[in-house]
């Protein structure tokens, strides 16, 4: 096979929700010297965000979605441990989740999933995460980036006391901090003090990946 018919067959399948054949294409996609990077990105991510799209405007549902990311996962447990490391310096880490109150995780994975693509080590606390145990991981786990999301605007409170445990542990300068979710805006990631907002899953972990070379190494120690 083709570079391009694995790469696109990578997104067919998470599209159809195949899991098997999402895992028998990424073996291929490694077996075929494919940059397993890309295989990611372009093959399992991009079926993904296709998934998004059309859950938005409802020509998908909640069960499709499930499949879609089961695919998707299926296919990333394969690639995920030959993704390459710049310079092979620590992995970065990500704690993210839910806020409390919030019981949605489909937005949450397709960050989670991003993030792990450009090379974060990703910590999931799950959906409805108590307020104060974002900023228990975070020490715990030396975290650098902390990204929480929503989809209810009822749980939108919460997401400004987490960033102000993170205040008053005095850690705030330590990790950089993003929201996310239908009704966030970069306007309101501001107003409650966390570094940004954006709008999908790919742009969060492109501003991710830049953002922690902004943060001095030994801060944790």
Known sequence: MEESEIISGLTNAVVNGKKDQAVELAQQALTAGIDPYKAVIDGLAKGME????????????M???????????GGMDVLTPHLKLEGGARRAVLVIGSAEGDVHDIGKNLVKTMMSAVGFEA??????????KFAEAA????????????LMTSTMDNMEKIVKSFTEKGIRNKV?????????TPDYAADIGADTSKPDAMEAAKWAK????DLPDNRWN
């Open 63 to 73: 069960p499709h979605l499930l499949m879609a990311s089961n695919a998707m996962y």
């Open 123 to 132: 910590v999931d606390l799950g959906k409805d995460v108590p307020i104060g």
């Open 139 to 150: 020490i715990e786990h030396k975290a650098d980036v902390i990204s929480v999301s929503t």
């Open 176 to 184: 950089k901090i993003i929201v996310g979710g239908a009704p966030i």
């Open 50 to 61: 296709i998934m998004g799209q059309k859950y938005d405007c409802k020509q998908a549902f």
């Open 210 to 213: 830049e953002i922690v070379k």
